[in-house]
């Protein structure tokens, strides 16, 4: 009935730092939407890498994904790709 | 979120650990894996007769049109003047017959009774991981259901746009007709949604953690193996559907225009969002019914299943593939023609790992010692009707040949091919098989034999001809085909359709009779009636609640018929150790377990 | 349910296997959100392709929307995942208590109330902002139907159609309140939840560093919302 305690044990993540991060980024992207001259396709593609990245940051660190198994992360992983064909998929057909 | 803190104390001398239940907890608001699955029974029963009292009023319709029916006078003026079906109930016919047996028949009889009945017993446990969302995944299906039948009842009629509901027709009230029921079926879609997922979730959870000692993953059963990779689909794919009927929810009710194309919304953004439900869909409705044939026909053929490993991977095969076909039902909605090459090359891979599939079956049967019980007659028939319909599949796959007959009866006898000679034959065979173990009785043989020959026959009569007018030109959902010149010529096959079918729907009666009759007084089933080999046979009949009092251990494979070390018998049960077994080493606690 | 000590039959059975090497809970936890991202694929997924599929441009970021307000908004969702993420720390530690003098420092250490109890506050805030502006917004004339006739919405956007989206106000209505109500939606799932097991399990000190699956299961969820919040800040408030 133990669980977290049979967990492979590893090197607690510093949560404050991580919340660091996660707060510049924040700032980062607020002020690249408004304040910065920037084209629009650049921005675009900037704001979406700093969403995924403070995504990924709290996926990996908070919900302790890195330090699980691979068998876990395939649960989250797996949707991924759906979603990326789907909506591609319907894009291509709108463009059209 | 937390569950309960203990698995439930197992074995039948579990119920006198705490105090008797009473009524209600024991069989109806019941945790118990088994019982679950009997009430998902029951009620999908039940929906599976309205579906087909749905699909008679069809037929009356389409072989005699415009003739009053009989029994008419009890339906409104409104739907059926004199006893004539009009147009607009027509429709709502089409449509409801279509939901009530994709979603509250055929999916809650393959995933909801069997996946919840034959899981925790086929993997050597007490019960779900998660006994109380399992009880609470029924009740909201049995809730789902109700309001989707509510339909009928509240002013202007039952839901009508096909049971795919297409954007704008379904979003407006002006252009279906239709106010409340549409609104009802969104609702009852994302309530069922909601079902689906809970249940799944138990079930991949179950299999994945709950098996006893000795189940690898390559001992597992077949039908768990398919209704493993079922419940993936099914998590992934229903809540896709459940956005998409909040989206038409939305626009039904508050005013938002997402598939209206008038305000800038697009109505093939619901058709992309349902058919990426809806083929993974179709994958769940078969998926489970090919399990349970595997199990079934390898006890009839008294061999272990041809090819266990290639039907393991088949069946992660069709799941896999079966996310990137979508398309192709869409080539007739004007979309991109490159992915509508895409679409039909995914598609006509598809068709292999089904190949496999069918070959493997037909490789279990050759040279074996057959017994044509009824689950295996059923079983038997499940491969051949299924070919067929993959057959047409292929037809249609191929995006010029589908031009001509999309939307025409062609595609109304594949998928009924598919989904009635397909699962509902695999439900024939599984129902009997599996009845046991349920309620401690057998069904009857004779009246099961006599139910088979009877269905197989009336079934081709109906369903075959479809091909032939559907090539002929005959559309889908059609209200009255002789409007058509070119379509009267074949309005004598609609008629011989029309009779079949009405036989079709009588024959079944047998197997309602045969069904009730034998919960009473049906002959008292020995343990192993079917001398099968699966972990749920160890147990005496119907199953206790809380399955075993010990945690079972698990020897050998699920197929070991006629093997040499059985001795005298033709079939080694998974649970039966030998002089020469040893022990599955349980794995080490650390290494994760509960 | 009965609470009898444990004994080996009824223990949960010990797989041959070792599954997905997590206790159930945590795993059906898991198998749920990867539901949950094909539900929000459906609703942002959506919004994706009835906006760049579109011809005409939809509104500035920043002219409907309070940007600001939401950023604080955002930030507040995240401190949330920060407290519940400590939260889930603590009792591993077995800090099951509030707040504690530790020698040598002069903050209180927090234990596992106490973290819980800003995450439900922060959460609780959050759900608290977004009602303001839904408020505010429909006010204003924002509606999942586009900007409402006579409303000062519906004036600016004569005034300036570019920078309003005035064309396809209707389709940014419909996505913004569906995708954000949703969302807004989990989150209050969620607090009501992170409520019950406050009151029930943590306040009486139910969880302990040898079960706290709990915990780490309503985490698990959490951040999740807080990941899609993430991702929806970014698409809708800020492109």
Request: charged content about 10%; overall charge positive; hydrophobic content about 50%.
């Amino acid at each position: 009935m133990t669980t977290p305690s049979t967990q492979p044990t590893h090197v607690r993540p510093n949560y404050m730092l991580i919340w660091l991060y996660l707060f510049v980024m924040t700032i980062a992207e607020v002020l690249l939407a408004f304040e910065l001259p920037v084209s629009q396709n650049l921005k675009l593609i900037l704001l979406l890498i700093l969403a995924i990245w403070k995504a990924m940051l709290v996926a990996m660190f908070f919900m302790h994904l890195k330090f699980e198994r691979w068998r876990l992360r395939l649960i989250f992983i797996v949707p991924l790709p759906l979603a990326i064909i789907l909506v591609t998929t319907v894009i291509m057909e709108k463009v059209f | 979120m937390t569950s309960v803190a203990h698995a439930k104390p197992a074995g039948g001398a579990h119920d006198a650990h705490h105090a008797p239940m009473s009524f209600w907890r024991k069989y109806i608001f019941s945790t118990d894996h088994k019982i679950i699955g009997i009430q998902f029974l029951f009620v999908s029963l039940f929906f599976l007769l309205v579906g087909g009292l749905l699909a008679m009023q069809i037929r009356w319709q389409l072989g005699f049109p415009g003739k009053p029916m009989p029994g008419g006078g009890i339906l409104p003026e409104s739907m059926v003047s004199g006893g004539v079906i009009l147009p607009e109930y027509y429709i709502q016919l089409v449509t409801m017959h279509g939901t009530f047996m994709v979603f509250f028949a055929i999916m809650p009889l393959l995933v909801g009774v069997y996946a919840n009945f034959l899981i925790p017993l086929k993997i050597g446990t007490h019960d779900m991981a998660f006994p109380r969302i399992n009880m609470w995944s029924f009740w909201l299906a049995l809730l789902a259901g109700l309001i989707m039948l509510a339909g009928f009842f509240v002013p202007d009629g039952a839901a009508r746009c096909g049971w795919t509901m297409y954007a704008p027709c379904s979003a407006r009230p002006d252009l279906s007709g239709a106010t409340y029921s549409q609104q009802l079926w969104s609702i009852s879609i994302v309530v069922l949604g909601l079902s689906s997922v809970m249940g799944s979730v138990n079930y991949i959870t179950t299999i994945i953690n709950h098996r006893a000692p000795g189940m690898t993953w390559f001992r597992m059963p077949l039908s768990v193996w398919a209704l493993f990779i079922t419940a993936i689909l099914a998590v992934l794919a229903l809540p896709v559907l459940q956005g998409a009927a909040i989206m038409l929810l939305f626009d039904q009710t508050i005013g938002t225009h997402f598939f209206d194309p008038g305000a800038g919304g697009q109505p093939l953004l619901w058709q992309h969002l349902f058919w990426f439900f809806g083929h993974p869909e179709v994958y769940i409705l078969i998926l489970p019914a090919m399990g349970m044939v595997s199990d079934i026909i390898a006890n009839g053929s008294r061999k272990p299943i041809f090819g266990y490993h290639s039907m393991v991977f088949a069946i992660i095969g069709i799941a896999f593939l079966g996310w990137i076909v979508w398309g192709h039902h869409m080539f007739m909605s004007g979309m991109n023609p490159t992915l509508g090459s895409t679409f039909m090359v995914s598609t006509l891979l598809i068709a292999v790992p089904s190949a496999v599939k069918v070959f493997n079956w037909m490789g279990t049967m050759w040279r074996g010692n057959l017994r044509f019980h009824v689950p295996m007659l059923n079983a038997i028939g499940f491969v051949s009707m299924f070919t067929i319909g993959g057959l047409s599949g292929i037809f249609m796959a191929a995006t010029p040949v589908d031009i001509p007959i999309h939307d025409t009866q062609f595609i109304v006898a594949h998928l009924h091919y598919v989904l009635f000679g397909g699962s509902l034959f695999a439900l024939f065979a599984a129902i009997p098989y599996w009845y046991p173990k349920m309620f401690g009785r057998m069904m009857s043989e004779r009246i099961g034999k006599l139910h088979f020959f009877l269905t197989f026959i009336f079934y081709n009569m109906t369903f075959f001809p479809m091909h032939i007018i559907g090539m002929g030109g005959q559309m889908r959902r059609i209200y009255d085909p002789t409007i058509y010149d070119f379509l009267k010529p074949q309005q004598p096959i609609n008629e011989f359709i029309s009779y079949s079918a009405f036989a079709l729907f009588a024959v079944q009666i047998l197997f309602a009779f045969n069904f009730l009759w034998s919960l009473k007084f049906g002959k008292k089933a020995p343990q192993n009636p079917w001398e099968d080999n699966g972990m749920e046979w160890s147990l005496p009949n119907p199953a206790p609640h809380g399955n075993w009092d010990k945690t079972p251990n698990v020897y050998r494979g699920p197929y070991e018929f006629s093997a040499p070390e059985a001795g005298d018998k033709d079939y080694l049960p998974q649970y039966v150790k030998l002089p020469t077994d040893r022990d599955p080493i349980p794995a080490p606690l650390s290494a994760g377990g509960h | 349910m009965q609470t009898t000590t444990m004994t080996d039959a009824m223990r949960p059975p010990v797989p041959a296997e070792p599954g997905a090497g997590v206790y159930s809970n945590k795993l059906g936890m898991w198998v749920f959100l990867a539901s949950d991202v094909m539900f929000f694929t459906a609703l942002i997924g959506s919004y994706i392709v009835l906006r760049f599929g579109m011809a005409t441009s939809w509104a500035r970021p920043g002219a409907v929307l309070n940007v600001p307000l939401t950023g604080l908004n955002t930030f507040l969702l995240i401190c949330s995942s920060v407290s519940m993420v400590k939260a889930y720390a603590a009792i591993a530690d077995g800090k099951k208590y509030f707040l504690r003098k530790v020698p040598g420092k002069t903050l209180q250490d927090g234990g596992l109330k106490f973290w819980m109890l800003i995450t439900i506050i922060c959460g609780a805030g959050f759900v608290g902002v977004q009602v303001f502006e839904y408020i505010k917004l429909v006010g204003h004339g924002f509606t999942p139907t586009g900007y409402r006739e006579g409303s000062v919405l519906a004036e600016h956007a004569l005034a300036d159609p570019v920078k309003y989206g005035a064309g396809v106000a209707g389709m940014y209505g419909s996505t913004f309140f569906t995708m954000t109500g949703f969302h807004g939606f989990h989150v209050t799932c969620g607090v009501i939840s992170m409520l019950y097991l406050y009151f029930t399990k943590v306040l009486p000190e139910k969880y302990s560093p040898q079960d706290y699956r709990g915990i780490e299961v309503i985490g698990l969820y959490w951040h999740f919302v807080d990941l899609v919040w993430i991702i929806l800040f970014t698409i809708v408030y800020l492109i």
